[in-house]
């Protein structure tokens, strides 16, 4: 029987989406977050707290480039007093410097079941026109995500060129998952199908349930978990529904929610600017699922 979905929720979500863009609360402790940041500091002082500068990271990773994020900052600047105004050049520096981790709100003491893919990013924006006639082509990167099927929340990510495997990513994708939560089982598309993968699973005392080839032959061939997988899979034709394969849809579900929020290409021009901008993304995104912690003043390094 299909769980019917909860719209009031649903919906609440959506709306919790949109309550992050415009929080004005850095007002509050504009001069005593730039004391903190200030204190010690060589060269320099820093103009603008970190928590303004962590909700222009939020509104450019939704809508708006640099250049209108300065006109956006300059047009709130007539209706708020006190509001400076940086220029585009101050908003990337400090943007790109800033230091962004994964942080989903788990249980840690909770056995998650995990779904785990990847999805190709574009690094332009680029039209399909111009990519055809005249055969311009960059090339996308590849986020890989491992996601919690109870909750839908983001848990790990990975990021890697357009050539490399899926099958290559899984274990940095469990072992980070592992630092934040306990996992039970591990679902996955026959990307992960191998040898390696039933080991690593199976070593983390992890279930895998990963789809196996159709042609996979019954033998034992030096991996026990994985003949099992393809005695199971292969001899049950109602095997989905018995080991909950068919919840692998949540990953493919926040792939989708992703590219629908922010675009399927990302902005910055510089790897380590664009893994920092898929994860300011992936936060954004599991702010849909709970109440956004209030932010703590760090010292930020120069």
Not at 129 to 150: E, P, S, T, Y
Not at 193 to 198: G, I, L, P, T
Request: proline content about 4%; overall charge positive; aromatic content about 10%.
């Amino acid at each position: 029987m299909v769980e019917a979905r909860n719209w009031i929720q649903y919906n609440q979500t959506l709306v919790k989406r949109g309550s992050v863009l415009l929080d004005l609360d850095f007002l509050k402790n504009w001069k005593e977050e730039l004391n903190v940041l200030n204190s010690g500091k060589v060269g320099g002082r820093f103009l603008y707290p970190q928590s303004f500068i962590s909700l222009l990271a939020v509104l450019h990773a939704y809508i708006l480039p640099y250049r209108q994020l300065e006109g956006f900052i300059a047009a709130l600047a007539g209706h708020v007093e006190g509001l400076k105004v940086p220029d585009y050049t101050t908003i990337w520096w400090r943007v790109t410097k800033t230091p962004i981790t994964l942080d989903p709100q788990v249980d840690p003491n909770q056995q998650l079941t995990i779904a785990v893919d990847s999805s190709g990013i574009k690094v332009s924006n680029r039209g399909e026109w111009l990519r055809d006639k005249w055969k311009l082509r960059k090339g996308f990167i590849k986020i890989h995500l491992a996601v919690d099927i109870a909750t839908g929340q983001i848990v790990s990510l990975e990021i890697s060129d357009e050539k490399v495997g899926d099958n290559k990513k899984l274990k940095p994708l469990i072992r980070k998952a592992k630092q934040k939560v306990s996992i039970k089982k591990v679902l996955g598309d026959g990307a992960y199908d191998s040898k390696a993968s039933f080991r690593f699973l199976a070593n983390q005392n992890i279930e895998p349930v990963i789809r196996v080839r159709k042609n996979s032959s019954f033998r034992f061939k030096g991996c026990l978990v994985r003949r099992e997988a393809v005695v199971f899979q292969l001899q049950n034709p109602d095997w989905k529904k018995q080991s909950g394969y068919g919840q692998r849809w949540k990953v493919e579900a926040a792939f989708s929610c992703l590219k629908r929020c922010f675009g399927d290409y990302i902005c910055a021009t510089k790897y380590a600017n664009m893994v920092n901008e898929l994860i300011m993304k992936s936060n954004l995104y599991n702010l849909s699922f709970y109440e956004p912690k209030p932010p703590i003043v760090t010292k930020q390094q120069t």
